[in-house]
């Protein structure tokens, strides 16, 4: 942790020490104009397994439990009906989950009813239910079984794979090397890197994402169910004709198998590199309300319902958590 880093916790444990987290929280919410804030998460699990990287149990339940207490949890669609209606609450905010991991059911729901808080998650729809993973854990669990002591990287670099954090810092360079290379060039690559690290491919992996069946069963937990692709490509990667693909797919998926068309999109990455203007207009085009992005901010009459920011904090320490969704409120 950095230096900095070690000051914000230390002052965050003493407001929290002094009862003045949760006044300090209230006074953020009300200080500026209407606005919320959508919280993002992934996989929620105790496995501790770095190249599937997890918010612990114990932790998230302590993030709901204060979210609980000073917010007003609705799902995204909800908060952008209200914001537009002019009756948003001052202390909204969202809980949201990308991909479709099946801990989503089994960790974090449980938690989320017990403090009755909604919550919308956002599937790519070609691994649901299909025995298939996204092509990034493809990539992970080739990284994480190799026994190639090196891998040729695309970029032209000879790079060792002798221990974990080399593995792992391979892994990371090839994502984001990945995500800026056109959709079709990605997707040759990532089939090429799973067969030269000779681990086996990620096809027919068990129990990692949800089955239909289980999408049901969150929809009957509270959740809302959102749009991100059929299979996860960085949109703006991709000519337009396919991203159109991409997205009315996954949304009629959602609404053969659940009966009703979600209201909601995930632009996957998510980054302002990740989606264009085409992007945002073709998410429009396919019927969606709204649409969130993982760029950092509020979100208030003046941001667009398609370009919705999203984003942490996910820090372990609690008061650290608290201490920053109020300083995310003051400063933007």
């Not at 209606?85 to 909204?92: D, E, I, S």
Request: net charge positive.
């Amino acid at each position: 942790m950095s230096g900095r880093g070690r000051l914000t916790m230390l002052a965050a444990r003493n407001l929290h020490r002094l009862g003045l987290l949760g006044p300090l929280t209230a006074a953020a919410c009300h200080t500026r104009r209407p606005a919320f804030q959508i919280l993002c998460y992934h996989r929620v699990n105790d496995d501790g397994d770095p190249f599937f990287p997890a918010v612990p149990t114990a932790v998230f339940e302590r993030h709901m439990a204060w979210v609980a207490r000073h917010f007003v949890v609705l799902t995204v669609e909800a908060l952008v009906e209200r914001l537009q209606r002019g009756t948003l609450p001052r202390n909204a905010l969202a809980v949201t989950f990308d991909d479709g991991y099946r801990d989503n059911l089994t960790h974090a729901a449980p938690i989320l009813a017990r403090y009755g808080l909604p919550a919308t998650v956002f599937l790519a729809t070609g691994f649901i239910g299909s025995g298939e993973i996204a092509w990034f854990d493809r990539l992970a669990l080739a990284f994480k079984h190799t026994r190639q002591p090196g891998w040729p990287a695309p970029w032209g670099e000879a790079v060792p794979l002798g221990t974990v954090p080399e593995r792992l810092g391979a892994l990371d360079r090839l994502l984001a090397y990945l995500k800026r290379r056109p959709d079709a060039e990605r997707r040759v690559l990532v089939d090429q890197t799973v067969a030269t690290l000779g681990a086996g491919d990620g096809h027919g992996h068990k129990g990692l994402m949800l089955s239909w069946d289980d999408v049901h069963a969150l929809l009957g937990l509270g959740f809302s169910v959102g749009a991100h692709t059929v299979s996860h490509p960085i949109l703006s990667r991709m000519a337009a004709g396919e991203a159109w693909a991409e997205i009315v797919e996954s949304r009629r998926a959602i609404q053969s198998a659940c009966g009703v068309a979600p209201p909601a999109f995930a632009y996957p990455n998510g980054g302002a590199e990740d989606y264009d203007a085409t992007t945002v207009r073709l998410v429009r085009d396919a019927g969606f309300a709204c649409a969130v992005t993982t760029r950092f901010g509020l979100n208030d009459a003046r941001t667009s319902p398609w370009e919705l920011r999203r984003g942490g904090p996910w820090e372990p320490d609690l008061p650290t958590f608290a201490f920053k969704l109020v300083a995310y409120r003051l400063c933007n």
